[in-house]
């Protein structure tokens, strides 16, 4: 299958090591990854803090990148990109009086999955064939859990992998307290949510805490390290990416 790799502008940034996992993962799988470099931000953050005009051309600039390469499906390795690019796209196309955009944006979307969805429901895949002999906490992000609906597909990947020692996370399907502008207009609730979370996290015994958003794993991760807690946080793609010629 040929995939298109949407990196994200926080992966670009930030995480690089992210989108380079979920290729190299890809590709160990057999598949074609194709990378359209003019891609840039999917606009989530201008939609959810209320600047749709703004985020008008960012939307059209997505479409026309990925509407002009070729490939079968593209995979975000992020539960809050995917969301934005399925739930936020055509409907800020139409606010912005262009239906045609918002007829593109709808069919890509409709091919636009995030990792651990592709994985499971796409290619029918939950042994990834990944090595990763840690003890590690999985925390489902609110975009994946309540807006894309993955359920334990991301749980499933881990429990295949070989040598992991997965911990159940006490409540973990409540917020990290991050949401993007969320954690600086309210700072006080963010870190209160944040410290609950960093919390239940230390509880585990785990080293390794994992999750599909790196936004969410860059809040936690300043959590911990604030504590100067043990813990490092992981990306689910790296940990898949990880085998024993090559590990994480």
Partial sequence: MRIALIATCLGDALFPSVPRATARLLRRLGHEVVFPA???????????????????PVVRH????????????????SGSCTG?????????????????LARRATELAGRTYELSELLADVLGVTD????????????PTCHSLRMLRVGDKPLELLRAVEGIELAELPGAEECCGFGGTFALKN??????MLADKTARILSTG???????DASCLMHIGGGLSRDHAPVKTVHLAEILASTREDPA
Wanted: net charge negative.
């Fill in 38 to 56: 003019g891609q840039t931000c999917c606009g989530q953050m201008h939609v959810n803090t209320g600047y749709l005009a703004e985020a008008l």
């Fill in 62 to 77: 997505h479409v026309e990148v990925f509407s002009a390469a070729d490939f079968d499906v593209a995979v975000v390795p």
């Fill in 84 to 100: 934005s690019i399925r739930h936020q796209h055509a409907m800020v196309a139409r606010r912005g009086g262009d239906e045609p």
């Fill in 128 to 139: 990834v064939g990944a090595y990763y002999p840690h003890r590690v906490t999985y925390h």
């Fill in 187 to 192: 700072s006080a609730t963010s870190s209160a």
């Fill in 206 to 212: 785990a080293t390794v805490c994992s999750a599909g």
